[in-house]
T-cell receptor, first 113, second 118 residues
């Protein structure tokens, strides 16, 4: 079955430190992958997407993600986090031609001073 | 600015009552979606519509109903048959995927409606 897995439920990072949020996918062919961010009580905002080409994609707010086929991963990274990055992050994917997006269960990011 | 408007932001339901959540978009998107979000479970698809006057059940459609009479609007009714309706409901829209084309298009989300039981 097609799936997206986010192994970490909650991550705490110090402000200014680097960040990596994990996402693993299970699809027969190369999936279309997305990272979204959700602030409390808000909707989801798209950070970046991947569908082909360069395996390192740049997004908004200084985020980037790397697609690794050998590891079935699409991890989200940021070199230096800011307190405003505290939020919940969702990885999502779909297969070619599929209207539905499959979401991971999310990773909640806490930033400490 | 184009976007998706969900209303109300907070909604309370009495036992045995149907309630309708509004979702309006001005992005000129053909496809619209309703998701339910519960803590620790991510987003689960309730219904989706790829075109006006047509819609399909998602993964958790029981106890919910929708209509799609206009391109801009996709209201969700939470019926009394939904025994555990307390959740955060998100509406989204996107360009329709047709024969694989537009598979790379993301979904755009509204700010959600929080439904609680009185």
């Amino acid at each position: 079955a097609q799936s997206v897995t986010q192994p970490d439920i909650h991550i705490t990072v110090s402000e200014g430190a680097s960040l990596e949020l994990r996402c693993n996918y299970s699809y027969g062919a190369t999936p279309y992958l997305f990272w979204y961010v959700q602030s409390p009580g808000q909707g989801l905002q798209l950070l970046l997407k991947y569908f082909s080409g360069d395996t390192l994609v740049q997004g908004i707010k200084g985020f980037e993600a790397e697609f690794k086929r050998s590891q079935s991963s699409f991890n989200l990274r940021k070199p230096s986090v800011h307190w405003s990055d505290a939020a919940e992050y969702f990885c999502a994917g779909r297969s070619f031609g599929n209207e539905k997006l499959t979401f991971g269960t999310g990773t909640r990011l806490t930033i400490i001073p | 600015d184009g976007g998706i408007t969900q209303s109300p932001k907070y909604l309370f339901r009495k036992e045995g009552q149907n309630v309708t959540l509004s979702c309006e978009q001005n992005l000129n998107h053909d496809a619209m979606y309703w998701y339910r979000q519960d803590p620790g479970q991510g987003l689960r698809l309730i219904y989706y519509s790829q075109i006006v006057n047509d819609f399909q059940k998602g993964d958790i459609a029981e106890g919910y109903s929708v209509s799609r009479e206009k391109k801009e609007s996709f209201p969700l009714t939470v019926t009394s048959a939904q025994k555990n309706p307390t959740a955060f409901y998100l509406c989204a829209s996107s360009i329709t995927i047709y024969r694989g084309e537009n598979s790379n298009q993301p979904q755009h989300f509204g700010d959600g409606t929080r439904l609680s039981i009185l």
